[in-house]
């Protein structure tokens, strides 16, 4: 694999979080040395983020953390290749513990889209009623709170780069995605699908659909971050795993989650 795709990947996801963490009411974003810091503020790890994907003095890092800690939201420090390294070997100076890990993946040309085929019939969110529909859905499919994925997706609809897709079968809203560009890239996020329409083809068709307009907006590239279950769709589809993104949380994070869980 390429440098110039790992980057490519590295910087999409940076940009496409600090866009939400920009948009959103209680958003922030920050940075400290070669760290992006974006927080959209809710109350959800996945969209409150440190990104080190190069390793950085201890001491940013450290500042980047407690930055992030004082905000009093759950976080994710998201690094790669070598900083990996810097996190584990200082597990007390920054009270982090390793919570997950997902492949980025890349598509390195978006020449061959297949026609569009499916039994979804998928459009482009533009209005609030739309959006609220996106929202339930998203919720719905990642068992997310619908109030934090109201906040984001709010933020997501106003930002200039973000383009939302609501998919919907005999009228029913069944499939959520998102395309999140930079440049000439095109971000695939949020490709959800309500558990009742799974299995029929409808999360593959709205991966297409975000890819394709990436495509049409002048777009050569396709990248996502990919879950255990979506893994093997995606390299069907054609891309590949050109990173490892290793997320670590705060250690009293994980506490109260394992004191929580059944």
């Not at 978006?110 to 969110?125: F, H, Q, T």
């Not at 799974?198 to 659909?209: D, L, P, Q, T, Y």
């Amino acid at each position: 694999m390429t440098r110039d795709l790992v980057t490519t990947a590295n910087e999409n996801l940076r940009r496409a979080f600090g866009i939400l963490a920009d948009e959103a009411q209680s958003g922030e974003s920050r940075r400290f040395g070669p760290l992006t810091v974006a927080s959209a503020g809710v109350p959800a790890p996945f969209f409150n983020r440190v990104f080190a994907f190069d390793a950085p003095p201890l001491g940013e890092l450290s500042a980047a953390v407690a930055w992030m800690a004082e905000r009093d939201v759950p976080f994710w420090v998201t690094v790669t290749e070598p900083t990996v390294e810097v996190v584990e070997s200082h597990p007390v100076d920054l009270d982090l513990v390793k919570a997950a890990e997902q492949p980025g993946m890349a598509m390195a040309t978006l020449d061959e889209i297949p026609p569009r085929d499916s039994v979804a019939e998928i459009a482009e969110v533009t209005d609030s009623d739309e959006r609220d529909e996106f929202s339930t859905v998203t919720a719905s499919a990642f068992e997310w709170p619908l109030d934090v994925v109201e906040q984001v997706d709010q933020a997501a609809l106003a930002a200039d780069d973000v383009r939302l897709f609501l998919g919907r079968v005999d009228g029913h809203p069944a499939a959520s995605g998102l395309l999140i560009q930079s440049g000439h890239v095109a971000g695939v996020y949020s490709i959800g699908v309500v558990e009742e329409f799974r299995r029929r083809g409808i999360g593959e068709a709205m991966s297409w659909e975000v890819l394709q307009a990436g495509r049409e907006a002048g777009c050569q590239v396709g990248v996502l971050q990919s879950s255990e279950m979506g893994y093997p769709l995606y390299e069907r589809m054609g891309f590949e795993t050109v990173v490892t993104y290793h997320h670590f949380e705060p250690a009293i994070e994980a506490v109260r989650g394992a004191q929580s869980s059944p």
